[in-house]
């Protein structure tokens, strides 16, 4: 066993954990994080997607001990009060369906704006081409975190 | 007194659904976690036929181990798994156990199962099984299985055939002697997986003392797993309780009764305790029924100006290794929609469900209905070029005029109402059709590489399964009725209980919008309770495009029930005759008296309180609706695709796409848009990416994400959509369904596309997926080239 500190959501805690603990099942099993679904077993979905010091990861990729000392944020940590400017766009727009691959879409998308301010289209499709989503077809989303990344702008 | 509300019907509401689904304050059933439960995992088959000896004992000496089972071990106390639509009096319905006892009949047959105290030491434990494989020959081709002396999927039945159905509907002979035009195709509809975002997961939890259970999965159909774990385990049907909470997705795949659920049903039974399985996405893969699979061949015989005359269509259709939920009914679901909308003077199907040692087949998103219409579309567009004719004017010469509804069409199906002339014209003005032919033109004329394709799909399609008589007669062991309660709680709040169960299709929006219409009362003041065998006891679930179009009806019809109810208490309560009442905006007034009047939650509390009902009057003011359908809806619409295809690379891009559906009366446009969009991603999947693969030896190529490839949000352009509005006949709100149009209707307006910018080229197919490769190689292939 190892011993790892991580702040999950702003709440610092201690683990013992197994070493081969992936970050997203310490996430679920250990922290209560079931915000953070499993998609698949290969890196591909991004349903798992949370913000690791502030940048999207696939919390599948990511070994729970490499989390250690870090920040993680997942959607259960996105809305501070009140619901962050890329989850209300993704209610505004109807940017979700069964909602399986939206925290990872959210969270993805958040990375996203942060790191173009004001994507195109075509940034947005591109950005996001690690989170699958079988149910929307995707243009909704896109333009849930264009509508969003204007929102993000002005309130900057 | 409540204000008078807005018209709820039609109004693009933003989705109740969404609140939890965007904090992640979720209930998807991997998510539960309940004291003292232990956690299965399956050791699957990796070969595609083999006889098996399983030896669990030392997995039993793992860590954290709490059982271990093989097969053989559990024999006795796992019935088979059912097949519900006996398609044919003569069927072969091979057994399928849960866990394969001596035989193994695909990659991925569940062979044992290990019990653990966590996830992660059942796994491990996997590995101390011993098992002897002796490999068996495989068949994985439906036409060599059908082939004398091919090994068998299932010895004992001594065929690889399930069953053999034929329907001729006019005089065939008659349509195709001395046809000027004979067109013959065979297309291969590849077998697909649907890769619901959620995979599969189950936890039973059970009161060893009551013989209770709960059992939560992540399934399209609660009633019918309570049904079926009663029927299988021979536990009292009252005392499952099946919770179907979050279900992330399942385009039919979710539409079954799966071993793990009668596993985990059992484990827990034995073992007193919760158990809990969740599939991995490469079980998934190989574990979660596939989808499709057939081979088509059909010929169609027209006159000379491209009047039809008679359609010959003769299927093969792959069942897997053994029958699921609705196997063989798929490809039999499509027998009277290979007509589509044209009018014909003789049809025929056939079809052949044969075995092979693959992983099952059933529903996925469209079921047997985007196979007969990939197929029907295909063949207007091969009849159209074969005479130089567009089109889309191909399909006027033989579509169905819309002051000919409800029109019977060749195959006894009884369309309700349409209007292909006014989606189409809509359709065409949104796509500059006429310019993207001229830039076509061009293009062509200067060699350019990149050429333009055009293609169209003038798709309908049957929703709203089905009319019980109907399913009787063609087998089907259960119903196609929805039940609904409605109720107005004391406080005025309204409750809506629903048979259907939403995976992502926002039925709790839908319905509130039509339950605050017809009472009156505010939209956030309807709560729509679903998907618990508890709390909802009656219904049919959700698949089919048939939420709305039966179980919305079925809502309906029970606020108008409780609406009268009202309406007689409120008269009694004012003192006056029902006739001299009018409801508007939830208020009873009486006609002429100003301030007379009983709003709906006031009459509410009054039946609640019952101190002054109407003699013979029951108390509580709640009423109930089983629906049964009159008959289908037939939703349709014109759907224009443009790619450009890279004559050089193969490469095949969408560059516009038009969608104009007519589902009827609209109830959330939103919603309605967003089932479009996403079902117009899958088909174009279809189209375009993804393609269950084996290999020799019957191992699935394309296991994983990254081999299948489902397309991301870059793969994907923004689609352009429309509606026109032609009520239905068959439902008294005038709605059609919209789940699987999308699906239905876009992979042969893409497929078309592709052929019609390759057809100077000879090509006159492409084989799906229209990957760079098959595409390179179709033209290729057509220049006389090695491909």
């Known amino acids: 066993m190892t011993r790892i500190s991580v702040s999950v959501d702003g709440t610092e805690a201690v683990d013992e954990i197994e070493p081969r603990t992936l970050l997203v099942q310490y996430l679920r099993e250990q922290r209560g994080r079931t915000g953070t679904p499993v998609g698949c077993d290969t890196s591909n979905c991004g349903a798992c997607t949370v913000l690791v010091d502030g940048r999207a990861v696939k919390s599948c990729a990511l070994l729970a001990v490499q989390a250690d000392g870090a920040e993680v944020t997942t959607i259960q940590g996105l809305a501070n009060g009140e619901l962050h400017p890329m989850q209300k766009a993704f209610h505004e727009h109807h940017a979700l369906q069964c909602g399986y691959c939206t925290p990872g879409m959210i969270m993805a998308a958040v990375d996203l704006v942060g790191e173009v301010a004001d994507p195109s289209e075509q940034q947005v499709r591109e950005g996001l081409e690690g989170n699958l989503c079988r149910c929307t077809g995707y243009q909704n989303i896109v333009a849930a975190v264009r509508d969003a990344a204007a929102e993000m702008r002005g309130a900057s | 007194m409540s204000t008078t509300q807005e018209q709820e019907v039609g109004a693009a509401r933003r989705r109740k659904e969404d609140a939890h689904l965007i904090t992640g304050q979720t209930t998807w059933t991997d998510n539960i976690q309940l004291p003292g439960t232990v956690h299965a995992a399956l050791l699957r088959s990796p070969m595609a036929h083999a006889r098996i000896r399983v030896d669990v004992s030392a997995a039993r000496d793992e860590p954290g181990v709490v059982a271990a089972y093989s097969g053989a071990d559990l024999a006795d106390e796992l019935a088979g798994l059912p097949s519900a639509w006996q398609v044919t009096p003569d069927w072969v319905a091979p057994e399928h156990k849960p866990l394969a006892v001596d035989e193994a009949r695909y990659a991925g047959d569940a062979i044992a199962v290990v019990v653990a105290d966590t996830r992660a030491h059942a796994v491990d434990a996997l590995d101390a099984i011993e098992v002897d494989y002796e490999p068996l020959p495989v068949v994985l081709d439906m036409e060599q299985a059908m082939a004398d002396g091919s090994p068998l999927v299932h010895t004992d039945a001594g065929t690889n055939v399930c069953f053999r159905y034929a329907d001729t509907f006019g005089d065939l002979d008659a349509a195709f002697a001395d046809a000027p035009v004979r067109i013959r195709r065979r297309f291969v509809q590849q077998r697909l997986v649907a890769c619901a975002m959620e995979p599969r997961s189950v936890l039973v939890a059970p009161v060893p003392a009551a013989g209770e259970y709960t059992v939560w999965s992540s399934t399209q159909i609660p009633h019918f797993v309570r049904l079926f774990l009663a029927m299988l385990s021979g536990v009292p049907e009252s005392r499952i309780r099946v919770i179907a909470p979050d279900v992330g997705g399942g385009f039919g795949s979710k539409l079954d009764i799966y071993a793990e659920e009668l596993l985990a049903f059992t484990l827990a039974k034995k073992l007193g305790r919760p158990v809990k399985w969740t599939e991995t996405r490469s079980e998934a893969f190989q574990a979660t029924v596939h989808g499709r699979d057939q081979i088509q061949d059909l010929e169609l015989a027209a006159d000379a100006d491209g009047r039809i005359r008679g359609l010959r269509v003769d299927l093969l259709a792959d069942m897997g290794a053994y029958l699921q939920l609705l196997t063989p009914a798929i490809p039999l679901l499509g027998r009277a929609m290979f007509p589509g909308i044209y009018k014909m003077d003789a049809y025929r199907f056939g079809c052949v469900g044969v075995f092979t040692d693959k992983t099952p087949t059933d529903a996925y998103r469209g079921a047997g209905r985007p196979e007969a219409t990939f197929a029907i579309e295909r063949m207007l567009d091969e009849l ?20 000919e509804f409800p029109y019977t069409q060749i195959a006894g199906l009884t369309y309700d109402s349409g209007n292909y002339e006014a989606a189409t014209a809509r359709a065409t003005e949104l796509f500059d059709y006429d310019g993207l032919r001229a830039e076509q033109a061009r293009r062509r004329e200067e060699h350019d590489p990149v050429q333009l394709g055009i293609g169209v799909s003038t798709y309908t399609e049957m929703c709203g399964l089905a009319p019980s008589r109907w ?25 809506a209980v629903i048979g259907t169960s939403p995976h992502g299709q926002g039925h709790v929006t839908t319905f509130s919008q039509l339950v605050a219409d017809t009472l009156g009362v505010p939209f956030d003041d309807v709560e729509v309770i679903h998907g618990d065998t508890a709390a909802a006891p009656a219904g049919l679930d959700t698949y089919g495009s048939r939420s709305l179009a039966v179980g919305g009806v079925a809502v309906w019809r029970a606020a108008q029930r409780v609406l009268g109810k009202a309406k007689t208490l409120a008269a009694h309560l004012l003192e006056v005759s029902e006739d001299d009442l009018e409801f508007s905006g939830g208020n009873f007034a009486v006609r002429g008296t100003p301030g007379a009047a009983k709003s709906i939650q006031e009459v509410a509390f009054a039946a609640f309180a019952a101190h002054s009902m109407p003699d013979g009057m029951e108390p509580t003011l709640s009423a109930d609706f089983v629906l049964e359908p009159d008959d289908f809806s037939f939703p349709h619409g014109t759907h224009l695709c443009a790619v450009e295809v890279d004559t050089e690379t193969g490469r095949v891009e969408i560059r516009s796409y038009v969608a104009v559906d007519d589902v009827g009366k609209v109830v959330n446009p939103m919603i309605v848009e967003g089932q479009v969009h996403g079902g117009l991603a899958q088909g174009i999947a279809q189209a375009l990416h993804e393609v269950a693969r084996y290999d020799a030896d019957g191992n699935l190529t394309t296991g994983t994400m990254v081999d299948y490839t489902p397309p991301t949000a870059a793969d994907l352009p923004s689609f352009v959509l429309d509606r026109t509005e032609t009520p239905s006949t068959t439902n008294p709100l005038g709605v059609k369904g919209v789940g699987e149009a999308g699906t239905i209707a876009s992979t ?4 078309n596309a592709v052929v019609d910018a390759l057809r100077p080229f000879g090509v006159v197919d492409v084989p799906m997926p229209c990957t760079p490769e098959n595409v390179w190689r179709a033209l290729h292939e057509a220049q006389g080239g090695a491909a």
């Open chain 2, 384 to 403: 159209a070029a074969e005479l130089h004719v567009d089109p889309l004017e191909m399909r006027r010469r033989n579509w169905i005029g819309h002051e």
């Open chain 2, 471 to 495: 399913l009787g007669e063609r087998g089907y062991a259960g119903g196609g009725w929805e039940a609904a309660t409605v109720r107005v709680l004391p406080t005025g709040k309204v409750e």
């Open chain 2, 748 to 751: 042969p307006a893409v497929v």
